[in-house]
């Protein structure tokens, strides 16, 4: 009897000491996930918050909008694939151009609401990231615009202003992906036809845009960064073709990858208000990526 007493005793003893190991091992894990987490969020003082160092679409360059609002609505849906040395990156976006007071003025919603990429070791490092892939799903930033249409005259301009604000609703900031801040751009669209046909099927206009971009950053002297922002190129149409070829870019104040030139080029093809879009988009500084972008466009 005392030696089954001893033997359910020592058996008694040998799960706790089980329990206890495994509970040990648990909070132990727990711990070090969450040492991870903090470790990752101390470096983010670390994170450069420029064009340079994140990814394609935290940094957007203002669009060209050739001094005009168009008057119908637009919804549409883009594919684009963004290549760097050290970075390959897919995404999925979305945009409405919803124009009112028969184009006199009007509001562009945008979002990236998909994206996936890949980095190398060495440009993880070089941006103080910590994965080389998103191991979750994750969205980007929504992107609201507002303009208005304050001079429209063939003889002289046209020319429009707009007002953008971009939300921090993008995610993986860990990665350097988007910037979890907010930022925001105002500037002045203007444009001209050069030469136009008869029929009006034809014409050769050009564009050019002037403005200015401000963005938060993590540093604790300098909350912000400004930048002028700046753009100038030609649109030709023939009958269902527009093709249109540009080179924009923003002047911040830093000098720390904030200076970003995209030399952007643009191919629509429209039949019945139904627009395929091809864009080909070469980052000559700072934001050096290869962009190729394909998208549906319908008109209402």
């Not at 420029?50 to 957007?60: E, K, L, T, V």
């Not at 007002?163 to 105002?186: E, H, M, V």
């Not at 191919?267 to 394909?294: A, C, P, Q, V, W």
Request: hydrophobic share 35%; with cysteine.
């Amino acid at each position: 009897m005392y030696f089954c007493g001893l033997k359910k005793k020592i058996l008694i003893m040998k799960y706790f000491f089980r329990i206890l190991l495994v509970s040990f091992i648990f909070v132990f894990s727990n711990l070090s996930g969450q040492a991870e987490n903090d470790s990752w969020r101390d470096k983010t003082e670390y994170l450069i918050y420029s064009p340079r160092y994140f990814g394609p679409n935290a940094f957007p360059i203002p669009e060209m909008r050739d001094g005009l609002v168009s008057e119908r609505y637009e919804v549409e849906i883009r594919g684009e694939y963004h290549h760097y040395t050290g970075d390959k990156t897919w995404d999925v976006v979305g945009r409405a151009l919803l124009p009112f007071f028969r184009g006199r003025a009007g509001m562009e919603i945008s979002w990236c609401f998909k994206e996936k990429y890949k980095l190398t070791p060495e440009t993880r490092d070089e941006r103080f990231a910590v994965d080389v892939e998103s191991p979750i799903k994750y969205n980007g930033d929504i992107i609201i615009g507002s303009f208005f249409q304050v001079l429209r005259s063939k003889k002289w301009v046209d020319i429009v202003i707009s007002a953008n604000i971009k939300t921090a609703s993008g995610g993986r900031l860990c990665d350097a992906r988007f910037t979890d801040a907010a930022s925001y751009w105002f500037d002045a669209n203007i444009g001209r036809n050069l030469w136009e046909s008869t029929d009006n099927k034809s014409s050769i206009r050009m564009q050019a845009l002037v403005g200015f971009y401000c963005w938060t950053t993590n540093d604790l002297v300098h909350r912000q960064n400004d930048a002028i922002a700046y753009g100038a190129g030609l649109t030709g149409k023939h009958r269902g073709f527009t093709f249109s070829t540009n080179i924009a870019g923003f002047y911040g104040y830093e000098n720390n990858g904030d200076r970003p030139i995209h030399w952007r080029n643009n191919l629509r093809y429209e039949i019945k208000k139904n627009i395929i879009s091809f864009r080909y988009t070469h980052g000559m500084k700072d934001n050096l990526y290869d962009s190729f972008s394909l998208g549906y466009i319908r008109c209402f």
